[in-house]
């Protein structure tokens, strides 16, 4: 079953009356269904996007008229039962108070605050994406809200815990141990950077496997499966969101799933999701985990098909998490660590979804050794050059094993020097974001304001050069 432009309407349409619970809200006999308070609406590529209204007016006769903050007046005719329904199409993008009233009676009047038109994101994956932290964030912004369609599938106020399962439809992604989130801090900086509301819909469930979110294609709708539940929710809010941000890959490692298995299983689920509803998944790179109870191999396999799949299929590069110390654990609980993950997720989305000028993680493309003690990479730094100072977790080896090194010194604007305790017997390999070698350690970072780490390799050939 593939759904092309024509049927995804129909789906949205049928949806959008099973799914969403209505939140009436009424004032001098004019009560409305759509839009609630804190609703956000797509914005399309222009930044615009289309607010849908609709409602039931009594106790008054004629038509009413609609507007969105203080724009012009547009009337509507009533249906015989008095309900009314009206688009008002292609609105910049923006937050404001939307007021029907009776065109004849104009006191006779409703209004609802904080509808927006923005970004819509959904979030996927498992625990990391629900949030499990025991602090509570919240988010900030001088006058937009941002918002949450949450798992009792109504609008509101965007606060933690993001996930919460109280009034849950979809049984399927319950988590009752939601906490603390990222999400209120990407909201945070994602309005200061676009200032333009946001709005988050929590799809995610711990523990699950990749295996878990793949579409079926007997039922893709079904309430049942986590990619039906999200498919649902996406049509509730209006079947058009910017980004599926897909948080996921710990549960998997644990469980030993190959590295082709896991990328093949990662491009199906974003070509899926490209095709269903016409958006990329962003997708980050598993952090750091338990080394008694997680295999470095199936950590690194999860990790390295991750980084493989970005660019490919619908798949938009997430945010690089290996060098974050979570002391030996796999959440992120503390608020250091939920800061500094917000921002690159932030940094993931500007750069790979809205297109904004953004750094991007230094890659490496070259090493070399001198036969003596000196190993030189060299990387990407073509438009942002690396932030000097010594750092660490290069890990480099020989067939003998790892080979001792004095110190690694980043020197701008591409290169780390590394200096070997004494001359090695090649052929050398240097490795970073292996295993918990890199968690917690200074590791080469891009000199912007967003410090973004390098992209992880493992057993990168060194090249010998001689005199």
């Excluded at 809200?145 to 399927?172: C, E, I, K, M």
């Excluded at 396999?301 to 590069?317: C, E, S, Y």
């Excluded at 730094?381 to 290069?394: D, T, W």
Aim: net charge positive; aromatic share 8%.
């Amino acid at each position: 079953m593939r759904w092309g432009c024509a049927a995804r309407v129909t789906i949205v349409a049928l949806l959008a009356g099973l799914c969403v619970v209505p939140a009436a809200w009424a004032g001098g006999g004019v009560t409305l269904t759509s839009p609630r308070p804190c609703e956000v609406f797509q914005r399309d590529a222009a930044g615009r996007g289309d607010i849908v209204v609709a409602g039931r007016g009594t106790g008054f006769v004629g038509p009413v008229q609609v507007r969105w903050g203080l724009g012009r007046w547009h009337t509507v005719p009533r249906r015989g039962d008095g309900s009314f329904s009206a688009v008002l199409a292609q609105r910049a993008a923006g937050q404001k108070t939307l007021t029907v009233r009776s065109a004849l009676s104009p006191a006779r009047a409703a209004r609802v605050s904080f509808v927006g038109v923005g970004d819509i994101f959904v979030i996927a994956g498992q625990s990391n994406a629900v949030g499990l932290s025991d602090t509570l964030f919240k988010y900030q912004n001088p006058t937009l809200r941002a918002a949450l369609f949450g798992n009792d599938y109504h609008w509101g106020d965007l606060r933690d815990p993001t996930d919460s399962a109280r009034g849950q439809v979809d049984r399927v992604s319950a988590d009752m141990a939601a906490g603390g989130s990222v999400w209120p801090g990407v909201a945070t900086a994602l309005m200061a950077a676009e200032h333009v509301p946001v709005a988050f819909v929590p799809c995610a469930r711990g523990g699950t496997m990749i295996a878990a979110w793949q579409r079926l294609a007997a039922d893709p709708l079904s309430s049942g499966t986590l990619y039906g539940s999200m498919a649902r929710r996406i049509a509730a809010v209006g079947g058009r969101v910017r980004a599926v941000l897909f948080w996921q890959g710990e549960a998997d490692a644990r469980h030993d799933t190959p590295g082709v298995a896991y990328e093949a299983a990662l491009r199906q689920l974003a070509e899926d999701v490209r095709r269903d509803f016409g958006c990329p998944v962003v997708v980050a790179q598993m952090g750091d985990y338990c080394a008694e109870k997680w295999s470095g191999a199936s950590v690194m396999a999860v990790r390295l098909a991750q980084q493989d799949a970005w660019g490919q299929h619908g798949v938009v590069a997430g945010p690089v998490l290996y060098d974050i110390d979570l002391g030996d654990k796999v959440h992120f609980v503390a608020p250091a660590a939920i800061g500094t993950a917000a921002g690159r997720w932030t940094a993931s989305i500007l750069k790979g979804v809205l297109k904004r000028r953004v750094a991007r993680p230094p890659q490496l493309m070259s090493a070399f050794y001198d036969g003596d003690r000196i190993i030189t990479l060299r990387f990407d730094a073509a438009a942002v050059p690396l932030r000097s100072g010594p750092i660490g977790g290069i890990v480099v080896e020989s067939p003998a094993g790892p080979v001792q090194s004095e110190g690694e010194l980043v020197i701008p604007p591409d290169r780390v020097l590394i200096t070997l305790a004494a001359p090695a017997v090649g052929p050398l390999t240097v490795s970073l974001g292996s295993g918990r070698t890199a968690a917690g350690v200074a590791v080469p970072v891009e000199d912007s304001s967003w410090l973004l780490p390098s992209l992880m390799f493992v057993s990168h050939p060194v090249t010998l050069v001689t005199p």
